[in-house]
């Protein structure tokens, strides 16, 4: 049940496929595993985009590592999730090396490493993929370049008789179709494009650069699988872990659940309460560490229509302990390019020279911005009055984890800074782990 390389114990992986069906032997191992009285606390830890399962385990790793130390007396059990995730490999993860598959490759191009994770993402559409680097290659510049651009990104991620992306990754009930799908591609690459000016080079300087459509067009691409890979999470979530969860708690009643999760992974541990089966009370406490998915998916109603709310509203309900929403303004990912890409087909304000967190306004805010919204009651602190002070019982917690989650350069910025003892000690607060 332990990777040797672990650096806790006893750990167990759980490897799910982009339809939430589990890996059988692991499944049966945890639960044989919780089903003796060794374990009284179990941490679920879900991770957000990655290359492949030795990432995903690097950082459970390292996030793991100080809990023994701080609970020395707990009897905690460990998992770390697995499911089909990619990231881009030109991004910066704090602490972590650049995939040595990565290799060099020009600005607004793709690395060999990003082209063989969106191979292994999306089977069977070589031709597409191929299609799509010959043409960051060459430079899309022209209007038709571009839209042609737009249409091969939109076959890579939903082809032909597929769920489209828009239709299977919504949070609220008033969720349309993204922008980024529908609207002109030379506008949206364009957009994506002075984004990433205002944020400075790709290669990590600071300062502000001119605009690339080329790496706009990037953009594009990483945005669009990335909004595949949120679909995924919700999938993961709802059809895999969260009926997982029941089958422990019928094998082991005595365990106390906590689940946390980073970026897609908070979605998937949010949407994993919706699989629950009735009557399941074992999860005790939730940690979402840079929600990558709208802060308005617990909302019971949205601004300008009471009626419509959160695809998740109410499901709070199902954890019995404090659901905690750690954010920092610091995360260029869902400050700037989480918006842009959620916006929808008919918002047409012009985002040229502004700040883009602050002119969309918070319809289009993502959990890892700004927190949880549209819930009453929320508690919002520090993270340092988190830890100061037992957080409630129940219900949302807010915290801004600025003073840790900081680091990182463009374009997602601090958005994977999340390997800190204080964020370790949270997620032990939050479920009264001791």
Request: hydrophobic share 45%; aromatic share 6%; net charge negative.
């Amino acid at each position: 049940m332990t990777d040797p390389g672990m650096s806790v114990a006893p750990y167990a992986e759980l490897t799910f496929d982009a339809d939430g069906d589990v890996d059988g032997g692991e499944r049966d191992r945890l639960l044989g595993l919780t089903a003796g009285r060794t374990v009284r606390d179990l941490v679920v830890f879900a991770h957000g985009w990655n290359n492949d399962r030795s990432t995903a385990t690097a950082l459970y790793r390292r996030f793991f590592t100080p809990f023994p130390a701080l609970a020395p007396a707990a009897r905690i059990g460990y998992v770390g999730v697995v499911w089909p995730s990619m990231r881009f490999c030109d991004e910066p993860v704090p602490d972590f090396p650049h995939s040595p598959a990565a290799g060099p490759a020009a600005p607004g191009t793709l690395d060999p490493g990003t082209r063989a994770a969106l191979a292994a993402a999306f089977p069977g559409r070589a031709t597409v993929l191929d299609d799509i680097a010959g043409l960051l290659e060459s430079g899309p510049r022209t209007a038709r370049e571009l839209e042609g651009f737009g249409t091969l990104v939109r076959q890579l991620v939903a082809p032909a008789g597929a769920a489209a992306p828009e239709e299977s990754a919504a949070d609220t009930a008033d969720d349309g179709v993204p922008g980024m799908f529908s609207r002109p591609a030379a506008e949206v690459c364009g957009e994506f494009a002075e984004a990433l000016a205002g944020l400075g080079s790709t290669d990590g300087a600071e300062g502000f650069a001119l605009p690339d459509l080329r790496a706009g067009a990037l953009e594009l691409l990483r945005q669009a699988t990335y909004w595949e890979m949120k679909r995924r999470a919700g999938t993961v979530g709802e059809r895999g872990l969260g009926p997982l969860v029941g089958r422990l708690a019928s094998a082991a009643p005595d365990v106390r659940v906590h689940l946390v999760g980073h970026s897609f992974g908070g979605r998937l541990v949010s949407f994993a309460l919706r699989g629950l089966p009735a009557g399941v009370r074992a999860v005790r406490s939730v940690t979402l560490l840079q929600g990558a998915f709208s802060h308005y998916a617990f909302a019971s109603g949205l601004p300008g229509d009471a009626g419509a709310g959160g695809v998740l509203r109410g499901r709070e309900q199902r954890v019995g302990g404090p659901l905690v929403c750690c954010f920092s303004r610091y995360d260029a990912a869902l400050g700037t390019f989480y918006p842009l890409a959620s916006r929808a087909a008919d918002d047409d304000r012009s985002l040229a020279g502004v700040d883009v967190g602050r002119l969309l306004g918070p319809r289009w805010g993502a959990m890892g911005h700004d927190g949880v919204q549209g819930v009453p009651g929320v508690h919002a602190c520090t993270l340092a009055g988190a830890l100061a002070a037992p957080l409630p019982e129940s219900g949302w917690v807010n915290v801004d984890a600025a003073a840790v989650v900081r680091r990182g350069g463009p374009p997602s910025g601090a958005h994977s800074d999340i390997v800190h003892p204080e964020l370790a000690r949270l997620v032990l607060a939050a479920g009264r782990i001791r």
